[in-house]
């Protein structure tokens, strides 16, 4: 079975770091761009950030450059999201999506979700 | 990168066509034929229902079409059923990111 499941979220103050996890199973990881996309509580789609398939390129939205770092481990089937200097905002369900191509950032389309792991910023 | 804007709710009875719209720039929309449509049920994570436009993965109705024409997408559901009743977002691709659209809620009456 094609799965992502995600692990990592909690409740951070405001500042400190998170590590968020993403298992994938049931397809071939390294094959395939990934991606992670969160959702504020009652909000819409927000794409977070994007690794190719060897790790070789790597993107960022604005609203986290420079504070957040993708990486994924192929031996492992692994992605990461390693998130520093968190702030309110980030607050949100934090989803880790599988692309249907091999770049970050050519066409983009999302096609394997895993079910979010939430993340509460708050003191 | 500004989000693609939607229409905020969209019904229709069952058995009707309903189509969401999806308005961006030439910087996304416009400029790329790489337009994604996603279906999310309350509670559930996004399920892709098009992609690059008007291609459905395997395993979608083809009651769910895709088009665009200029800086914008549209989403076309035909022969609604209330299983169809969801949240529907509409992404691009960009040269240096994906936007999504501000989401549109659709209602089965």
């Known amino acids: 079975e094609v799965q992502l499941v995600e692990s990592g979220g909690g409740l951070v103050q405001p500042g400190r770091s998170l590590r968020l996890s993403c298992a994938a199973s049931g397809f071939t990881f390294d094959d395939y761009a990934m991606h992670w996309v969160r959702q504020a509580p009652g909000k819409g789609l927000e794409w977070v950030s994007g690794?190719?398939?060897?790790?070789?390129?790597?993107g960022y939205a604005d609203s986290v450059k420079g504070r957040f770092t993708i990486s994924r481990d192929n031996a492992k089937n692994s992605l990461y999201l390693q998130m520093n200097s968190l702030r309110a905002e980030d607050t949100a369900l934090y989803y880790c999506?599988?692309?249907?191509?091999?770049?970050?950032?050519?066409?983009?389309?999302?096609?394997?979700w895993g079910q979010g792991t939430m993340v509460t910023v708050s003191s | 990168q500004s989000a693609l804007t939607q229409p905020a709710s969209v019904s229709g009875s069952p058995g009707q066509s309903i189509t969401i719209s999806c308005t961006g720039t030439s910087s996304d929309v416009g400029g790329y034929n790489y337009v994604s449509w996603y279906q999310q049920h309350p509670g559930k994570a996004p399920k892709l229902m098009i992609y690059d436009v008007s291609k459905r993965p395997s395993g979608v109705s083809n009651r769910f079409s895709g088009s665009k024409s200029g800086n914008t997408a549209s989403l076309t559901i035909s022969g609604l059923q209330a299983e169809d009743e969801a949240d529907y977002y509409c992404?691009?691709?960009?040269?240096?990111?994906?936007?999504f659209g501000t989401g549109t809620k659709v209602t089965v009456l």
């Open positions: 999506a599988k692309d249907t191509g091999y770049n970050w950032n050519y066409g983009n389309a999302f096609d394997i």
């Open positions: 690794i190719s398939w060897n790790s070789g390129s790597t």
């Open positions: 992404s691009s691709y960009t040269s240096s990111s994906t936007v």
